[in-house]
Each structure stands twice: as C-alpha cells, then as structure tokens.
C-alpha cells in the first residue's frame, strides 16, 4: 500500500511540468529514521551516471552525449559540455561512466567511456575549465574498445588510495571476448590515473583485472576495502560479484553459481569465482553505492542495487538494500524500496554527508510501458531531520576547507563548504612578510585568490574565522 501511494503522490506531482525543484513528493520511514523523497532534476535524456563533487555540485551523463552538472538544493542546471563524437544508437550505446578525479574540482579531471562508432568505444579524460564552462584537453586512455549497440557495460570508480581507475566493460554481444583474458571486452579494466598500465596488473602490459564478464553496469568500492560489481544476465542469473585480482568469473561457460557437477569442475579447472549473489531471473541489475553513513543508520554498510527490468511485485524496477554479513562476501538479507515506483532504475550514488541520489532511464527504447510527464528524473533521499548545510555535530567547519590546486597556475580556490560568514585571509611569504590580506564573506561558493596581486612563490596562508578559529596552510604559485 506504501508503495501504490508513493506511485500516486509521483504521478500527480510530475504532470505539474513547472514544478519547482528540488520536489519533495513523500516520506519513507526506516526503522527510526524518517527519509525524504525528492525529485532534484527532471526532463533528463536517459541520465547514465551520476558523481558527486565536494563543492555541492552533482555531475552527470546523459547517453546523448551530454555532461551535465546541477545544485540539488535548487535544480539548478548547467549543461557543460557535449561530446561530439559520442555516437547513440536507437538501442544502448552512446556516453555511458563518468567519474571525477578524486581530488576534483582542485584536480579538475573528468573521466568518460562512450561509443564513437556501431562497433568501437574508448575511455577520455578531459580537464575541466570551470572559468569558461567546459571541458579541454581531450585525452585518450583507452582507444578501439569493441563496442556493440548494447553490452557496453559501463562504470568508472577510483581506487581507496585514489591512485587507480577501474573501469566496467561488457563484451558487445560478443560473448567469447569475455574469455580471452587479453581482450578488454567483458572485464574490468585497471589504469594508473594517467591512463598507463599498473605494473602490478595480474596480466602483464594488460589493462585487464578481472574477466569472463557479460554486462557490468555497476562498480563500487565498500568501506570494507571489497570491489563489488552488479552483472546481467540472460534469461536468468543476474549477479552481484566480489572482484579479485586476475579472476574469472565465468561468462559465458558458467552462469550464476557453480551448483552442477560440469559447472564445479569449470569453476575449479578454469579459476572461476562464483557471485555472493545469484538473481533467479534477469532483473537489469545496474548502479550500485556502497552506504556506510550514519544519517540513516538502518542503512549502513549495505550495498545499494537498482534494476531496469520490470516484473511482478518481487521483481524488477526498484532500489534494492543487500546487508552483508562481517565479512563483506555473503549476504545475509535483502530489501526493496520503490518497486515498480519510478520506472527503470539506471544509477545511485551516496555523497559525503549521507544522502542517496537515484536516476531513472524511462526515455530509452525499452522504457516506452514505464515512462511518465516530465521523465527522466533524478531523485533524492535524505534523512528529514538533518541539516545538510552544517557539518557533522563538533566538528569545526574550518577542518573542511578545500584549497587548491597546489602548485597553482594563476588561481588559487579556497572553499568553506559549512561556513556562512565572514572570514579573514593572509598571506605571508617565507621570511614573514604580509604579501596580501582580504576580508571575504563565504556563503557556499569558491574564492579566487589570484597571483597576480603577489606574483610566484611559496606562501603561508592563514584563514580566521568569526569565532576565532584559524588554520594555517602552505600554497604554491607557479
């Protein structure tokens, strides 16, 4: 019954086209925790992935080629770039995984994977120049994937040091890629940051981590240290995975779980490592985040699952919870939320301070019995009884500064992403001497502080808030 009301509460709210957002449309109640649901971003083109950004801005693709950001507080939007060569099909190919540099924005990279022709994808980096609103300095990692019109995969996620790049590829319909450990289709790759092969990769000169995958769609680090992965199957036999390092996971020999007397002997002969789950039927699993925060306590240290595929009541088109038991590897329980609500699930992402973004894919082709007015949607969840504005209780807003890039060209940002007031700067060269000195009003956005006014060099620069709290930090100009 919870659900049918949600449906209706959606259903009115979106025939509303000049709604103003963010929209709430409902509350959820978990255990203790009251969560609200509201639609941020609406009339999207097939949204793919969505990222986070510690400046409040949620970045996001669209399989038409757009790299779109926008403020959830407001739904404001800025449309940054659009990506030429991305080549869409009528079916799934296009601009899928996008992710920013961990240290984003101060490292301002954006990493892509899209199609550019029927049969070829590749992965891009590009710089993002905020001053003029859009992306620069093209930069192929990965040329001449083979690509299909659908079984792209993607997902791009870092490393916990931050210091590697993994990326989700399907095997483009050719399903005897996925066994070929030297073939990059139907396996998730790992780069250096820079696009150069890790040394330590199981397979020498290979991007290749991990193989014998038919459709990845989500990737994602838990807190636990564990890759996960979510993967389609055909008629059956979705899985979510646990990657390890130079494993087969068994497409298309093995489907699922090794639970016959030929499929054990493969899996033993052939190194395979069977899913910590196994789908009966073919939901589309996709996006996946790992939740560990405790705005919504009820909600920690789950992996976070939505599907595509619609089916009756205890399948399909819905946000999924999997606890997982201490060690990560088996899962003890599963929940849903919003079954058969928005349509066509395609990604969730978590941010810093413990809200959930979701995005639905309703416009592609095989949306055409869930789509409704206003689709595509993002759509928010958060505890209603936070203030998302300030930081977690006892903690300094001054501890969450963002300073950056170091060295800087000719800007240095400085951003204070709690603190609403004024705030004393300085600078101070080496030998002690005051260079610059400002009095700036922080109310969410970035300060520039320019070269130009002091010239090269290494500084200090100390920041003084109202309450008297200061921090001191060394800053470079080229």
């Known amino acids: 019954m919870k659900h049918l009301t949600l449906y209706l509460i959606f259903t009115l709210f979106t025939l509303i086209s000049m709604a ?3 929209l709430p449309i409902d509350t959820i109640t978990v255990g203790g925790t009251q969560i609200e649901v509201r639609i941020v971003a609406q009339n999207r083109v097939i949204p793919w992935d969505l990222a986070w950004a510690s400046d409040g801005w949620l970045w996001f693709s669209e399989r038409n080629g757009n790299v779109i950001r926008t403020r959830p507080e407001n ?3 800025e449309q940054v770039f659009h990506i030429e060569e991305s080549f869409e099909s009528p079916e799934n190919s ?4 996008l992710a920013l540099h961990p240290n984003f924005p101060e490292t301002p990279y954006i990493y892509v994977h899209f199609t550019y022709t029927w049969d070829a ?13 859009t992306l620069t300095d093209r930069f192929v990692i990965q040329d001449s994937i083979w690509g299909s019109s659908s079984h792209n995969g993607s997902r791009i996620v870092f490393s916990p ?3 590697k790049m993994f990326v989700a590829m399907g095997d483009g319909y050719q399903a005897e890629r996925a066994q070929d450990y030297n073939d990059l289709n139907g396996a998730i790759l790992r780069y250096n940051l820079d696009g150069s092969i890790p ?3 199981p397979f020498p000169g290979s991007a290749v981590w991990s193989y014998g995958h038919r459709n990845p769609q989500g990737l994602v680090f838990g807190t636990n240290g564990l890759l996960y992965s979510t993967e389609h199957g055909t008629s059956n036999h979705d899985e979510i ?3 390890e390092k130079g494993r087969n996971y068994g497409w298309p020999i093995v489907e699922g779980i090794c639970n016959t007397p030929p499929e054990e002997f493969l899996c033993e002969q052939e190194n395979i490592r069977a899913p910590i789950y196994d789908y009966e039927w073919t939901w589309a699993v996709c996006g996946m985040a790992y939740y560990d925060h405790p705005a919504i306590p009820e909600w920690r240290n789950k992996l976070l699952v939505t599907s595509l595929k ?3 009541g205890a399948s399909g088109q819905r946000l999924q919870l999997f606890h997982l038991k201490s060690t990560g590897i088996v899962v003890d329980s599963v929940w849903d939320y919003f079954a058969n609500t928005f349509g066509r699930l395609r990604d969730v992402m978590t941010t810093p301070d413990g809200r959930i973004f979701f995005c639905t894919s309703n416009q592609e082709i095989n949306g055409d019995n869930v789509r409704k007015p206003n689709d595509d949607v993002i759509v928010e969840l958060r505890n209603v009884e936070l203030d998302y504005s300030t930081p977690p209780v006892g903690q300094n807003p001054i501890d969450f500064m963002q300073l950056g890039p170091i060295p800087a060209l000719d800007v240095l940002y400085l951003r204070l992403p709690f603190y609403k007031g004024l705030a004393q700067l300085e600078l101070t060269d080496l030998r002690g001497t005051k260079v610059w000195a400002s009095e700036v009003e922080f109310f969410g956005a970035r300060v520039p502080i320019e070269k130009g006014e002091f010239g090269p060099g290494l500084y200090w620069l100390r920041i003084e808030l109202e309450d008297g709290s200061s921090a001191i930090r060394k800053v470079i100009f080229n």
Request: net charge negative.
């Open 20 to 22: 103003q957002l963010p």
């Open 94 to 97: 296009g601009l899928h995984a």
């Open 161 to 163: 040091e931050g210091d």
């Open 75 to 77: 739904g404001y939007i």
């Open 310 to 312: 619609g089916g009756d």
């Open 199 to 201: 040394e330590d990769n």
């Open 121 to 133: 994808s590749r992965v891009v980096r590009y710089t993002f120049d905020e001053a003029n609103l």
């Open 241 to 243: 995975n646990v990657i």
